[in-house]
């Protein structure tokens, strides 16, 4: 599989989808978009999420500059652009919220139209 490597400014989107598909990138950005949180309330709510696969990904986020560690107790939270971002993926959450698992025990969400 190839890599995006985001030279061009025609293959941003692939970067972009090179960094955001990663595993709990997005989860992050969902879990920061309600406010700042510490570490240990973001890995509470990040379930089987180790806590170094955590400190991974928030490093990976910061230098992306989509999240900053803030204040006296270093609480993570979106930057103007981790906020944009959770903007754009709103439609996404809405879309999932209409969908649920088949009950088969596979987990696969099915498409039904809202027609």
């Known amino acids: ?10 293959q941003a989107i692939l970067a972009s989808i090179d960094l955001l598909g990663q595993r709990w ?18 890995r509470r709510r990040m379930g089987n999420c180790s806590s170094s696969m955590l400190s991974d990904r928030l490093q990976q986020l910061q230098s992306a500059a989509l999240i900053r560690k803030n204040g006296p107790r270093g609480a993570y939270e979106l930057t103007t652009e981790g ?9 996404l959450w809405d879309w999932s919220e209409n969908r649920t698992p088949t ?5 696969r969400i099915p498409w039904r139209p809202d027609r």
Do not use: C, H, I, K
């Open 1 to 10: 599989m190839r890599s995006a490597t985001g030279d061009e400014p025609s």
């Open 25 to 42: 990138m997005l989860r992050v950005v969902w879990e920061l978009e309600p406010g700042p949180l510490g570490f240990l309330d973001l």
């Open 103 to 107: 009950g088969d025990g596979n987990g």
């Open 83 to 91: 906020a944009l971002l959770a903007e754009a993926l709103q439609p």
